[in-house]
Structure formats: structure tokens, C-alpha cells
């Protein structure tokens, strides 16, 4: 792998200009080239970012010679099928959440990557926000004892619009998988997998979760209570208990810059942690120090991981009565 990291960009919408901005604030990346199903959209995105090359579709972005790494920003419908599609033409993929709509996709990506001796990883960039890293030392440390309850919500309020990729069914839509996926990776990081999981849904016209809520039971006899909706503005903050202390990650807690300790006889102590950029420049780096050293996957985002979130998910939804079967993309 070459010293500077050459980026491509698959699906131009929201999430795409985020990060490409956070590109141009990275070290060792270029923004190498743009893909969108619209030639003069991939232009324009294009000329805003500096980019090199631009494509009016995706394919010739996963086949061109001069990208190392592609990062996939379309609705979660077409993750795995354009992870597929980068990994076959020997590319590295940072695929935003979640990695496939179910954990059938995620589980054939990543035995794809690991086949191909690939990177791959999903774009959980929580993760990877400073904040986070605090709260996990902290945990690590004893801080607040040992975890017994965690609760942490996910809501804003979304106009109804069955075409959007919010509610459409065929697109992935439902509050679960968009950001019902944060409070529950959360979890999932501090507490590992539970051992009994009850959750409940409020289906919207379009046959997904308008809300969802959810709680995991685990072994150590802790308790999760997590949710998630498109129809409320709700926090969004999150607070993890200990016997000894809690942690409180502040609105929007999924890339917080603040938290605050308590701990038992002890005043609150409040602590700013920015992150840099839009936040994601953290998961580049990330990308960038895995690539540069020859790994397939993040030791902080292992693909056992992404693994045990996507078949965590699909218990939920199993729970809630919902499921998803695969979609191509040139089936639009
Ligand atoms: N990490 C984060 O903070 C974060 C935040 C928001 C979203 N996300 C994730 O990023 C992904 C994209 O979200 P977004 O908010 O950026 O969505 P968006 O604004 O709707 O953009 C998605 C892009 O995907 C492409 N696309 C391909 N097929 C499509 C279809 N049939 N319908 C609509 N768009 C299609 C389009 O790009 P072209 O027209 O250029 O082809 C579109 O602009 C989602 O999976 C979401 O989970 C992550």
C-alpha cells in the first residue's frame, strides 16, 4: 500500500458530504475520485472537493486502478451488494451502517474481505470519537465499578414520506437499522451479547419501525434499555450505570464532545472531548493506519463485531415481526 491513501466515494447524498469534508481534513488521504448513478451530480460533488476523477456510475469506481479504498454511502439496500461489487475488483471498503440489511449480507462480506485478504470494516464511526475512547478507558479502569444498567435513546422527528430512505421498506428504512443501531452497538461495546432480548415496535404505512424499543438481559444480570424512533425528538444522550459510578455521554451521544463522571461521593465532573472535523476524520485515521500496515479489519471494529451487531439486529427484528430480503441496485 502506497504512503498517501486513495479514496473513492459511492452515492453522493448527505453523508457523503460529510465525510468528504472531513477528507480534506485528514492526513495521508486523497479524495481521489466520486461515483453517483447522475454523471453531472458526480461533476458537480467533484469540483466542490477537489476531486480527481468523477463517474456517472458506480462500477467504474470499483474498477478504476487509482483507488485504494472505497467508502459506500447509500441507502443500507445496496451495502453489501456494493461492497461485493469493490471487494471483487480488489478494493478496500469502509461501508457505512449498517453492513448489510441483514446479518446474512454482513456475514458474506465479511467472508468475502477475509477471503480476498481485504479490509473491510463498517462505518461505525462512534467507535472511534474521542469521547467514546474516554468512556471505554473509563469503564477499563474500574471507574465506575462493575456495568449493571445502561440506557440510551436514539429520536428525531422525521416528516412521513413513504419514498424516502427512511421508510421506504425496499430502501432499508425503519428507525432500527438507521439509528436504533447506535444505542444498541453501545451496549454491545460495553456489555458484549445478551442473553435474552425483548423489544417492541410502532410500524409505520410502509410496513417498518416508525420506533422501536428494546431490552437486553445480560448474564452478569445487567439490563439495556434502548430506542430508537423517527417520530419524536427524543435526547439522545446516554447514560451507562456502574456499582460504583455512572457516565453520562451528553446529546448526540454517538459523537459526543462531552461527558459526565459521577462517581459514588463525588461531585459531577464534566469533561469536553472535541472531536475533530465532522468526526469522522477519527474512522479515517483508523482506515488509514489499517491500511498503511497491511490489516484486514480494526482491532477497535473488528469484523466480529460488525458479526455480532448484524445478528443482535436481526434479533430484534425478529422480535418486532420485521425482516428484509436482499435488493440490487439497478432494481430501482
Ligand atoms: N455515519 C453517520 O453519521 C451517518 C449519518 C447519516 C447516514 N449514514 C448512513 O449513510 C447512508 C446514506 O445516508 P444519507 O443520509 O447520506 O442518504 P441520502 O442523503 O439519501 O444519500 C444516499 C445516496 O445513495 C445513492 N443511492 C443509490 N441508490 C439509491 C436509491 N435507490 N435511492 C436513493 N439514493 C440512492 C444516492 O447517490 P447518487 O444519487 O449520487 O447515486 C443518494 O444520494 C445510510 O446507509 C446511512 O445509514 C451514516
Not at 46 to 59: N, T
Not at 87 to 108: D, F, H, S, T, Y
Not at 225 to 236: G, K, M, N, R, W
Not at 265 to 284: Q, S
Amino acid at each position: 500500500m502506497q504512503n498517501n491513501i486513495r479514496w473513492g466515494i459511492i452515492g453522493l447524498g448527505k453523508i457523503a458530504h460529510k465525510f468528504a469534508a472531513d477528507l480534506l481534513h485528514s492526513e495521508g488521504v486523497t479524495l481521489q475520485g466520486v461515483a453517483s448513478r447522475n454523471a453531472e451530480k458526480a461533476a458537480d460533488f467533484a469540483a466542490g472537493y477537489h476531486v480527481k476523477s468523477h463517474y456517472g456510475d458506480y462500477r467504474a469506481l470499483a474498477q478504476a486502478p487509482d483507488i485504494d479504498v472505497v467508502y459506500i454511502a447509500t441507502p443500507h439496500a445496496f451495502h453489501f451488494e456494493l461492497t461485493k461489487m469493490c471487494l471483487e475488483n480488489e478494493k478496500a471498503v469502509l461501508c457505512e451502517k449498517p453492513l448489510g440489511i441483514n446479518g446474512r449480507e454482513a456475514e458474506a462480506s465479511i467472508d468475502l474481505a477475509r477471503s480476498k485478504n481485504l479490509f473491510l470494516m463498517e462505518g461505525l464511526w462512534t467507535r472511534f470519537i474521542p469521547a467514546t475512547e474516554t468512556v471505554l478507558d473509563l469503564i477499563q479502569s474500574g471507574a465506575i465499578g462493575d456495568l449493571i444498567f445502561i440506557r440510551a435513546d436514539f429520536g428525531f422527528k422525521s416528516a412521513f414520506d413513504p419514498e424516502s430512505r427512511l421508510f421506504n421498506k425496499t430502501l432499508g428504512g425503519g428507525s432500527l437499522l438507521d439509528i436504533g443501531i447506535y444505542p444498541i452497538f453501545l451496549s454491545l461495546l460495553t456489555l458484549g451479547y445478551p442473553k435474552n432480548i425483548k423489544a417492541t415496535a410502532r410500524m409505520t404505512k410502509t410496513a417498518v419501525d416508525g420506533s422501536c424499543a428494546v431490552l437486553f438481559d445480560y448474564a452478569n444480570s445487567a439490563v439495556a434499555v434502548l430506542d430508537s424512533t423517527f417520530e419524536a425528538d427524543t435526547p439522545t444522550e446516554a447514560y451507562i450505570h456502574g456499582t460504583r459510578g455512572s457516565i453520562k455521554m451528553h446529546k448526540q451521544f454517538h459523537h459526543t464532545e462531552k461527558i459526565t463522571l459521577l462517581r459514588d461521593g463525588m461531585g459531577p465532573e464534566v469533561r469536553d472531548i472535541p472531536h475533530l472535523g465532522n468526526g469522522y476524520v477519527h474512522e479515517i485515521d483508523e482506515v488509514t493506519t489499517c491500511l498503511k500496515n497491511g490489516r484486514i479489519e480494526s482491532e477497535k471494529l473488528p469484523h466480529r463485531l460488525s458479526s455480532e451487531l448484524s445478528r443482535l439486529m436481526d434479533d430484534v427484528k425478529k422480535e418486532i415481526g420485521l425482516s428484509y430480503s436482499s435488493r440490487m441496485v439497478n432494481e430501482r
